[in-house]
């Protein structure tokens, strides 16, 4: 049960349809180890691209734009129907479009992740030949577990909600995914940028 | 402070929703803050008598010239295990485990906010302690220092298995240490007594909340630099190999970067717990509240600009040390003010000599000193000369022993009484305390002068004739009395358990919420949360009207529905009454989690990869059977 009491107040607050609850505050936290993680590896990788003659280092090439290209998008777009997911959680309202959003988020995210996948061999890149492809296996290797975990948390929502109403409990774990998603793809932007632009103007 | 009063009757049913079931079972799957906290405790304390032990015989070693009681090798592993122990096995966690058991008692809520990463976090921690011990069984003891240092920790020079002991075991240490922080980081913003505003809370939990912070930016590059050296052994990545486009110096960068961060986040809760002691036992309000508060914000920012200063010898450009060094002396500014507020307090107030005070002025005196040489380490031409020296070791134990364990033992005996419902002896403390003291200074301080006549450190014997014989037997000497003293601490806590004196609720006339509860405290912490109105809640004597009504948030607290354990969150920063929450009441997943991360680890040390990924799948599913379990009894 939710309360605000405040003896004598004229108007009460209205609690919040959902609160940031410890969870909430949990996310956001954990969030921040992330992006600590991910500031370390991204640092790794300046400071090792900035002691390099050539880069990438010969034999490797500069990594082929298209495919990633279609990939970034693709997880671009999946930022839709994660909103819808996280709107549909604040306000408690399952039903609807939240069964679609969360199969398209679904669908978005495992192709984007299929079609990296495929793109690091084609690529060529080895992380036991050169430094960079290191560098792709750690970056790459971070955002895709990472990529992997939600998507398993949207598909744990999806199973959990029923009915046209969401429990608090619910709202609240939706809400978390949806962040975390956030999180995976705005991650990825700077990923993608690092690992496949810089080589070419830098 | 104002609280309703329970109903006669409604205890059975509080007390039973927040007991513990019996047995193993119930033990193994316990989640409360103040059981899983005292494990914790206990512990922390074995690493650091184990710590403690390496460290008298590396001191027997060097107590005579061109001793033979270790070799070189032996010499190594000790030393690292040593260094490993204190500060990740020892020194983070033990303060952990203080705010873990105090906080929410002086925050006035009933347990921490994610009681099963509580238990997680302890599970993984103690299994992450034996991974790292458990190379002394397989002859394989990390010999790499505490700072790991490539190239000698990659695939080349330490080609067994001794740094990935030791890199798995401190990831797992990371990771119970990352869990922590985020729970004390919640605990302090969101589970605080309604009326506590920020403002009113004590400062260890301003202290807790710097380390919690601090803990969550400075510990993930150091699981990065972690993973990236295990990857670069295993799998056969470049990172730190500088033929193949790697660097070493980025292991140190990511290091240190963890590294000096560490240093304060080893000192913040001890300077918490100094100043939670000061005003009480000088019977006065601390002076310069916000300017504490303020300084320990200042420590935890300026902690993350220094790290280079570790590198000062490593032939980074001179404009960069500058700047390293400047950010280093900004670092004694905000340490002295709250120095001086300590000093000033006790000097404004009528100050009882019990132990916990006795140890507080030795960690000034102490810490002083050490801040001193820090100083003359921060300056780039100094620490040239005196790098690689004894004197940095004089320095650093000053530091850490000084600021850290020092506010510890001060706070094991001022809360120990909390926790066992048991005094300790006043006069086997006072004793065990100028053994201490003595003994710390004994071995510690002539470590100033092996080190400026130029001994360096690191290395396991000397050549007669060098003029260090006289202050390294001295200091072997100090090792036999501080450890004396630690031991006559230890055998004053074995005897109090059994026969100390009955404490009380408050035998300090305590200042905060912890001091309300009984000795030892209900499971459940308080019956009626109690509501705040000033900064010493118990030394608040002014009538007050309770300013959020009680009748929502209290009664259901106080009645719960079921048996169902309860906690009320409050805002942000004014902590108005929100939400009553129902958390977990006992869960296998922690210790399931922490066993699946056992295997997959364990699979990458013995090169076994589908035990890992067995491992992995298993972690996943107990993830996934954790968030969708509530566990709380409804």
């Known amino acids: 049960m939710r309360t605000s009491g405040y003896a004598g107040d004229p108007a009460p607050r209205p609690a919040p349809a959902i609160a940031r609850d410890s969870g909430w505050w949990g996310m956001q936290l954990t969030l921040w180890v992330l992006i600590s993680m991910l500031a370390a590896l991204i640092f790794s990788y300046y400071y090792l691209r900035s002691g390099a003659q050539a880069w990438p280092p010969p034999p490797a090439e500069d990594p082929v734009l298209w495919r990633t290209g279609i990939a970034s998008a693709l997880l671009v777009l999946s930022a839709v129907p994660t909103v819808v997911v996280h709107v549909a959680a604040r306000s408690g309202r399952a039903g609807g479009r939240l069964p679609a959003a ?86 990825w932007l700077v990923i993608a940028f690092t690992l496949y632009l810089t080589p070419r103007f830098w | ?323 390293f060094s400047l950010a280093s002396l900004f670092i004694p500014i905000p340490s002295a003010i709250q120095i001086s507020a300590w000093i000033a307090t006790l000097w404004q107030g009528r100050v009882v000599w019990k132990t916990p005070l006795l140890y507080i002025v030795g960690f000034i005196v102490i810490f002083v000193a050490g801040g001193v040489t820090g100083v003359m380490v921060a300056s780039v031409p100094f620490d040239q000369q005196a790098h690689d020296s004894y004197f940095v070791v004089a320095h650093f134990h000053y530091v850490l022993i000084g600021g850290m364990l020092f506010p510890v033992l001060a706070g094991l005996y001022f809360w120990l009484p909390k926790i066992t419902g048991r005094m300790l002896s006043e006069r086997s403390g006072k004793v065990s305390f100028w053994l201490t ?27 007669e004739g060098t003029g260090w014989e006289t202050t390294q037997a001295l200091s072997t000497i100090g090792s036999i009395v501080l450890t004396t003293g630690l031991l006559a601490t230890l055998g004053n806590v074995i005897s109090s358990v059994r026969y100390g004196e009955r404490a009380g609720d408050d035998p300090w006339g305590g200042e905060t919420l912890d001091w309300w509860v009984s000795s030892p405290p209900p499971a459940y912490n308080f019956r009626a949360v109690p509501e705040v109105a000033g900064r010493s809640p118990l030394w608040d004597t002014r009538p007050f009207q309770p300013r959020y009504d009680p009748s929502t948030w209290q009664q259901e607290l106080l009645e719960p529905p079921g048996q169902v354990r309860q906690v009320v969150l409050t805002s942000l920063l004014d902590a108005v009454p929100e939400e009553v929450i129902t958390l977990p009441k006992q869960s296998w997943w922690p210790l399931l989690m922490a066993l699946f991360l056992v295997l997959a680890l364990g699979g990458v040390l013995v090169s076994v990869y589908p035990l890992s990924l067995a491992g992995l799948l298993g972690a996943v599913c107990v993830g996934i059977a954790w968030t969708w379990s509530r566990e709380d009894g409804s």
Do not use: C
């Open chain 1, 102 to 187: 969360l199969a398209a988020a679904l669908v978005l995210g495992a192709a984007f992740l299929a079609i990296q996948l495929a793109d690091y061999p084609a690529n060529d890149i080895d992380p036991q030949r050169d430094v960079y492809g290191s560098l792709v296996l750690a970056l790459a290797g971070f955002h895709h577990i990472n990529a992997v975990l939600v998507l398993i948390g949207f598909a744990v929502v999806a199973l959990k909600v029923r009915g046209d109403r969401m429990r608090p409990r619910e709202q609240q774990m939706a809400v978390i995914v949806a962040h975390y998603w956030y999180f995976v793809v705005g991650s």
């Open chain 2, 1 to 323: 402070m104002t609280l309703l009063q329970a109903r006669p009757g409604t205890e059975d049913r509080l007390a039973a929703a927040w007991a513990t079931p019996r047995g193993l079972a119930g033990s193994l799957t316990a989640l409360n803050h103040k059981q899983v906290a005292q494990r914790f405790l206990v512990t922390a304390f074995v690493f650091f008598a184990l710590g403690g032990i390496q460290s008298l015989f590396m001191r027997w070693q060097l107590g005579s010239a061109e001793s033979t009681f270790l070799d070189a090798q032996t010499y190594n592993e000790l030393f690292t295990m040593h260094g490993t122990t204190m500060m990740f096995l020892f020194a983070v966690p033990v303060g952990e485990a203080f705010a873990m058991y105090f906080l929410p008692l002086m925050l006035g809520t009933r347990d921490l906010p994610f009681p099963r990463l509580t238990a997680f976090g302890y599970y993984i921690y103690v299994f992450g302690g034996i991974f790292l011990y458990a190379s002394f069984l397989f002859g394989e003891v990390p010999d790499g220092g505490w700072f790991s240092y490539v190239p000698l920790t990659g695939a080349e020079y330490s080609p067994g298995s001794s740094i990935d002991f030791w890199l798995l075991g401190v990831t797992f240490v990371e990771i119970a240490t990352i869990g922590g922080a985020i729970e004390l980081v919640v605990l302090i913003l969101r589970n605080r007594a309604p009326g506590m505003k920020i403002s009113r809370m004590p400062l260890l939990s301003w202290n807790v909340l710097v380390t919690g912070v601090s803990i969550i930016f400075a510990f993930p590059p150091l699981v990065v630099a972690s993973v990236l050296l295990e990857l670069d052994r295993t799998v056969g990545t470049h990172f730190y190999d500088p033929a193949t486009g790697g660097d070493a110096l980025l292991w140190q960068h990511l290091f240190w970067f963890f590294g000096h961060p560490e240093v304060y986040i080893v000192l913040l809760p001890g300077l918490g717990i100094v100043s939670t002691i000061v005003p009480v036992l000088a019977r006065t309000r601390i002076v310069g509240y916000s300017l504490i508060a303020v300084s320990t914000v200042a420590i935890g920012i300026l902690g993350f600009g220094v790290w280079v200063h570790h590198m000062f010898t490593t032939g980074l450009p001179q404009l960069g040390l500058a700047f």
């Open chain 2, 437 to 463: 003291f003595v003994g710390f200074n004994l071995t510690f301080f002539p470590l100033h002068i092996t080190g400026l006549q130029g001994m360096p450190r690191r290395v396991y014997t000397y050549a």
